[in-house]
């Protein structure tokens, strides 16, 4: 049977950060018509030596499905989540998977991808779910919680996500929010980095920020500017270099992933950022599949779920990558990355837990969850360290003593595939 793929499909780069999955292609949609139909079959353990895999593929027919990295073109800074997924699941299962990427949101932004991915237009995503509070609370609430770990630039990423990845695996409700729209979960929630500031003009003092126009990515976001007294004005990050060149917005929140693969910095050269702490919010996306991925073979499905820890991989890289070129173009715009004015500070983190205090007030996060995010980070932080992660320097000078693509996330990433994503796993 010949391998089944769309065709005559226009890919529009648009400017893009993250990464995203897109459901399973196949002739009129269907995963089933792309693979023959062959749901079930023999599978695999996890860690099975190729010759395994190669023995559970044999009989089945190859398949191409689409997928839709957030990053705006694989030469991207955010690119390495969704070239290391690709080349996982081309290698492992000897070719006969493949995947046609479409980078830049090119077949569906954010705003119709839950279609997309159940009316078989992408059969794999990443997804953007802080943009759509009200159709996943769980993710408004969970980023909320992203400031209980290290603000420290290497060792800080890799225990928030490692954090932030175990509780959307752990989370019943957060799990059964993506099932009901017909999305298979692969990675439930992932951080794209530390939120800083960044502005057209320098100061981060709290006078400074009074009448500013403040771009916001997050509900959390609104109560910060708010605090601040300036004003929050919404959008996606794709929008934001031209609002910030032309003065429709003077400052933003943002992510390294964002602020490094953007260009952001170009025109907002001024950049501010906790001391000790992390700014929360961090927690937005996650990666998940259309529900046609569940008439793949069972083979096929095993190789597309191990994929995740060079996707998790990747994702840590990204936040690395992309923050060392953030640095980079601050520097070279003539602007500033330094610590935030301790006040204004203080401020943000008063209103960060008290968003918590809220959450926990309206029965969406339970009382404890402070304990338990501590007790969280405390492993993580356990975890990282005796994996031998270590930061070399600070921030400001991560351009200085950060290379790009130089660190191996995934033994870390296979840590919390098994402390967390194994049960998952199809079966």
């Not at 640095?327 to 330094?338: C, I, L, P, T």
Request: with cysteine.
């Amino acid at each position: 049977m010949k391998t089944t793929k769309r065709t005559n499909r226009a890919l529009t780069a648009v400017l893009a950060a993250g990464a995203s999955i897109g459901l399973l292609a196949g002739c009129a949609g269907g995963v089933g018509a792309s693979g023959g139909g062959q749901s079930g079959g023999t599978g695999f353990e996890y860690g099975a030596s190729q010759e395994e895999v190669d023995a559970a593929l044999a009989e089945l027919e190859p398949v191409t499905l689409t997928y839709q990295p957030g990053a705006s073109s694989q030469n991207s800074e955010t690119a390495a989540n969704g070239l290391a997924f690709q080349k996982y699941i081309e290698e492992r299962s000897g070719g006969k998977i493949k995947l046609e990427n479409a980078w830049g949101q090119s077949i569906a932004p954010y705003t119709e991808l839950d279609d997309a991915l159940t009316d078989g237009r992408v059969d794999i995503a990443y997804y953007a779910a802080i943009y759509f509070p009200d159709e996943f609370p769980t993710v408004d609430a969970y980023s909320k919680l992203t400031h209980y770990s290290t603000a420290a630039p290497l060792t800080g990423e890799a225990i928030s996500a490692a954090m932030m990845s175990e509780l959307g695996w752990n989370s019943e409700e957060h799990m059964q929010s993506i099932e009901e729209k017909g999305l298979v979960p692969l990675s439930p929630l992932m951080s794209s980095g530390d939120y800083w500031t960044a502005c057209s003009e320098p100061g981060s003092a709290p006078e400074d920020w009074q009448g500013r126009q403040m771009r916001i990515a997050g509900t959390a976001h609104t109560a910060f500017a708010e605090a601040l007294e300036a004003s929050p004005v919404s959008m996606e990050y794709g929008e934001t270099f031209e609002a910030l060149q032309r003065g429709t917005v003077d400052c933003t929140f943002v992510q390294p992933q964002v602020a490094g693969s953007t260009g952001l910095l170009e025109v907002a050269p001024y950049v501010s950022h906790f001391a000790d702490k992390r700014m929360t919010g961090s927690a937005t996306a996650m990666h998940v599949a259309g529900p046609a991925i569940k008439e793949l073979p069972l083979a096929y499905q095993q190789i597309i779920f191990d994929a995740e820890v060079d996707h998790w991989h990747g994702m840590v890289v990204n936040t690395m990558d992309a923050g060392r070129q953030a640095v980079s173009d601050a520097k070279g715009a003539g602007g500033e990355f330094v610590e935030m004015d301790p006040e204004t500070e203080q401020i943000i983190a008063e209103t960060q837990e008290k968003l918590v205090d809220d959450l926990i007030a309206e029965g969406r996060l339970p009382e404890d969850i402070r304990e338990q995010m501590e007790a969280s980070a405390e492993k993580w932080t356990g975890i990282v360290e005796e994996l031998g992660y270590t930061d070399a320097g600070e921030l400001d000078q991560l351009d200085e003593w950060y290379e790009k693509g130089s660190v191996d996330f995934r033994p870390l990433a296979e840590r919390v595939f098994s402390e967390s994503a194994a049960g998952h796993r199809p079966s």
